[in-house]
C-alpha cells in the first residue's frame, strides 16, 4: 500500500481537483508502466470481466510500485478472500461492482479491514514487506485503504442516501452499462433517462460530502463528465483508447468497418462502419 500516493489522491479529491486514471483490461503491465509514466493519478485493474489472472494482477501492481499512482482492482464480487488477496499484493484500494444496499457496503468494508473493526486475514505477502513490516502496516491499512462500491443497478437508488454515511466510504463509481441493463434497456449505456438518473444520484453522494466516478467514453464525454462535477474519471480503457485510436486511423484512409459480434465460424465478416455492408 502506497499511503503518500493514497494521501496525495484524497487531497485532491479533498480540494474539488479531478483525478484522472486508466481502465486496464489487457494483461500487460507495460500498460500500467505507460499510465505511471505520464502521472496518472490511478490505474483500475479489471479483475471482474475479463481475463486477468492472478498472476496479471500482480504484475500490473508491480509496475506501480514506489510511484504516486494508486492502484485499484475491481474484484469480481463482494468478498473477504478476493479483497484480502489483491490488498496482499500491494493493492492500494478495492473497487466493488454491483452494491445495492447499506449492508452490503459495510460487509465491503469489513472485508478490507483487519479486526476489531474488519475481518482481513494478515499475510505474509508484498504488504506487509512479505512478513517483515507486520505491526507498521496494520497500524495504517485500516486508516488509508480505498474502498469504491460501484452503482450499477436501479436497485440502489433510494439507498443511496444511507450509503453515504457508511464510515470509510468516500468515492461512489458508476457503471452506466449495467445501470441500463436494470432500467430495461439492455445493451446501451445510457438507456432513456438512465442519464438523468445517475446525475441526481450524483448530486447526492456530492451533498454527502463525498465523490463520484465513471469511464468517459470520448474526449468530449471525458470534459462533459468534468463539467458535470465527477471527480474520479477514467481516460477510457486500454482497449477502448486503441480501438478509439485504430478506428480514427482507419477512418483516415476509408478503411474502418466493425468485426461481426458472433464467434461462429460462418460469421467472420465485418461490418463496415459507414454503410454496414457485409464484407469478405
Not at 208 to 219: D, E, L, Q
Request: proline share 4%.
Amino acid at each position: 500500500m502506497k499511503i503518500k500516493a493514497l494521501q496525495k489522491l484524497r487531497q485532491k479529491l479533498n480540494n474539488n481537483e479531478p483525478i484522472y486514471g486508466l481502465w486496464v483490461t489487457l494483461e500487460s503491465a507495460s500498460i500500467t508502466e505507460m499510465a505511471v509514466a505520464l502521472g496518472l493519478d490511478w490505474v483500475l485493474i479489471d479483475a471482474e470481466h475479463g481475463h486477468l489472472d492472478w498472476k496479471d494482477i500482480n504484475s500490473h501492481i508491480s509496475a506501480a510500485l514506489r510511484s504516486d499512482t494508486v492502484v485499484i482492482v475491481r474484484i469480481a464480487e463482494r468478498s473477504t478472500i478476493l479483497s484480502k488477496r489483491a490488498l496482499d499484493i500491494g493493492a492500494d484500494g478495492i473497487m466493488i461492482p454491483w452494491m445495492e444496499n447499506v449492508e452490503e457496503v459495510e460487509e465491503a468494508v469489513r472485508d478490507c479491514r483487519y479486526p476489531p473493526e474488519g475481518r482481513r486475514g494478515i499475510g505474509g505477502e508484498r504488504a506487509t514487506a512479505w512478513g517483515q513490516c507486520l505491526n507498521e502496516h496494520a497500524a495504517e491499512a485500516n486508516e488509508n485503504v480505498l474502498i469504491i462500491p460501484m452503482i450499477e443497478s436501479i436497485d440502489a437508488i433510494p439507498n443511496v442516501p444511507n450509503m453515504c454515511k457508511i464510515d470509510g466510504i468516500e468515492l461512489f463509481f458508476f457503471g452506466p452499462a449495467d445501470f441500463s441493463s436494470t432500467a430495461g434497456f439492455r445493451g446501451q449505456w445510457e438507456g432513456p433517462g438512465v442519464a438523468e438518473k445517475i446525475l441526481k444520484l450524483k448530486d447526492i453522494i456530492k451533498d454527502a460530502g463525498k465523490h463520484c466516478g465513471v469511464v468517459s467514453t470520448s474526449n468530449q464525454n471525458l470534459t462533459d463528465r468534468l463539467d458535470q462535477g465527477f471527480q474520479m474519471l477514467a481516460l477510457g480503457t486500454d482497449s477502448g483508447l486503441l480501438l478509439r485510436s485504430l478506428h480514427q486511423s482507419l477512418q483516415k484512409v476509408n478503411r474502418d468497418r466493425l468485426p461481426a459480434t458472433s464467434l461462429d465460424p460462418a460469421d467472420g465478416y465485418v461490418v463496415s462502419g459507414f454503410d454496414s455492408e457485409e464484407k469478405k
